[in-house]
């Protein structure tokens, strides 16, 4: 190609012709071009180190400006939040066996075996959420490692039981370990290894291993050997829900204590008792409804209590704020429908249910509490000291109101109710219209005359003699047996 050629066309190259006059800009053509070509200032800031005083080095200049920080800091108001006390169930939490309530059948033997020295190298714990077993795991642990033990009482005043006690900032030589996140076979025979050397400052190395049912069956292998034969200064403490997922051979290496469910009466009155530290007045009807959302669970009972006494109003926690918090059905919308299965009162029984609907309860949960009602009648009817033994749990003004409605029905209706609740429950499971249902059940309730078995011809024969009984005629001894007639020879 050639050099002359200007472009690929063999065109000249295109000049711009001159200009005369002022461009855009006002500016003349020279002023223009000397202004675009003109190099641009540079941005650059060159900042220089002030100079030293004399005397003062480096550091001093940096000591002295960290002061100066500090100073401004200073003088910033500082950030105050106020002091939030820890959850019930644990501040509460006990540290000796005799704070453990409703599991003697595990703490007096653990007691004796500690008083005896026949302490084993490794426990399983087993039983329902909540009911003492990482805690008695804690207790244990501190009563071997007690500067005064092994004994079944700690002391509470050397280092090891002030480190393992409520609030305390845990002791070395007593590891806790979450199955559920730690269970794998890597974890396992890091543990192992870590368990043959000695303790720190304490008697014993303690294993705690919660949820153990959750340690895969390869990390259940990498242990069994250690737990078998583990070194004397060794103890492990299994705690799970689920002893029949813990590996045979590792479960036969334990003594196995079962833990269970505390019961109401006494879980009612330890509620009681945390009420009166507290200083929060509670209703005695409300108590047996923490109790019951419990369900025998310590824990979950101290963390429902624990949300009424946060909503505490001044004049303490109200019946009516406990049913509306934990979604229970009221008493009065119990006694109500109660009352209108005793008169037949269709109309009452179905505006029952409109209200329910109306309030915002859920059906099943109102089926539920009319179950526990009819439940509650049942017991009353046919035991007539259950009140007084403690049979149902009630509070006492509501104890006078189920005597009356247990007479005002009868054992056989009531029992046929109870039944047509507890079958129409089981069927409302996955369906679309649970108020549909609840109405079903509820009219099926009302016709005893539609059931062609014994339960409905006994309620038939409750209703005829309640009648008898209202019009003052006296009904016969025994209902089920017919009288016969009277002949008379003259």
């Known amino acids: 190609m050639d050099e002359n050629d200007d472009d690929l066309f063999g065109e000249e190259a295109w000049e711009p012709p001159d200009q005369e006059g002022p461009d855009l800009f006002g500016q003349a053509p020279d002023e223009a071009a000397a202004d675009q070509f003109e190099p641009e200032a540079s941005t650059d800031l060159e900042i220089e180190d002030p100079p030293l005083e004399p005397g003062r080095s480096a550091a001093d200049v940096t000591a002295s400006l960290m002061q100066a920080v500090d100073a401004l800091r200073d003088t910033r108001e500082p950030v105050t939040r106020p002091e939030t006390p820890l959850a019930l169930y644990r501040r509460y939490r006990p540290d000796t066996f005799a704070d453990v309530i409703g599991q003697e059948h ?27 077993k990482t805690t008695s795991a804690r207790i244990l642990a501190r009563c071997l490692n007690c500067a005064k033990g092994p004994t079944p009482t700690p002391c509470g005043e050397c280092q090891s039981c002030r480190d393992l006690a409520r609030g305390g900032v845990g002791s070395l030589d007593v590891i806790e370990i979450d199955a ?33 049912h959750m340690v895969t069956k390869e990390g259940f292998n990498a242990l069994l050997k250690v737990v078998e034969e583990p070194p004397p200064h060794v103890k492990f403490i299994f705690a799970t829900t689920e002893p029949d997922k813990v590996l045979g051979t590792i479960r036969s290496r334990t003594h196995h204590y079962p833990f269970r469910l505390v019961p109401p009466k006494i879980l009612s009155a330890y509620l009681a008792e945390l009420c009166t530290a507290e200083g929060v007045k509670v209703e005695p009807s409300v108590l047996p409804l923490v109790v019951r959302a419990g369900a025998g669970s310590v824990r979950d009972s101290l963390s429902v209590l624990d949300q009424l006494l946060g909503g505490a109003a001044e004049e303490g926690v109200s019946y009516q704020q406990a049913t509306a918090l934990l979604g229970y059905t009221p008493d009065t919308l119990l006694d109500g ?153 003259e």
């Open 337 to 489: 429908i109660v009352d209108a299965f005793a008169a037949g009162d269709a109309e009452g029984v179905f505006a029952s249910i409109d209200k329910v609907i109306g309030v915002g309860q859920d059906p099943r949960r109102f089926a539920e509490d009319l179950l526990r009602r009819l439940r509650d009648l049942v017991i009353v009817a046919a035991v007539p000291d259950a009140l007084a033994t403690g049979l149902v749990d009630v509070a006492a003004d509501q104890g006078d109101r189920l005597t009356a409605q247990a007479k005002a029905l009868g054992p056989g209706e009531l029992t046929r109710a109870a039944e047509v609740i507890a079958n129409g429950l089981t069927e409302m499971r996955g369906t679309t219209a649970p108020r549909l249902h609840l109405e079903l059940m509820c009219a099926r309730v009302l016709l005893p005359g539609a059931d062609v078995g014994g339960r409905g011809v006994h309620a038939r024969l409750d209703r005829l003699e309640r009648r008898l009984a209202i019009g003052g005629v006296e009904a016969a001894p025994d209902a089920g047996a017919a009288t016969p007639p009277q002949v008379r020879f």
């Open 180 to 212: 559920a996140s730690h269970g794998g076979v890597n974890e396992a025979r890091d543990l192992r290894e870590r368990a043959f050397f000695a303790p720190v400052h304490s008697r014993y190395k303690i294993y705690i291993i919660d949820e153990a």
């Open 106 to 132: 595990v703490t007096e033997p653990l007691q004796r075996a500690l008083l005896n020295n026949r302490v084993n190298h490794a426990y399983l714990f087993s039983g329902p959420r909540g009911c003492g």
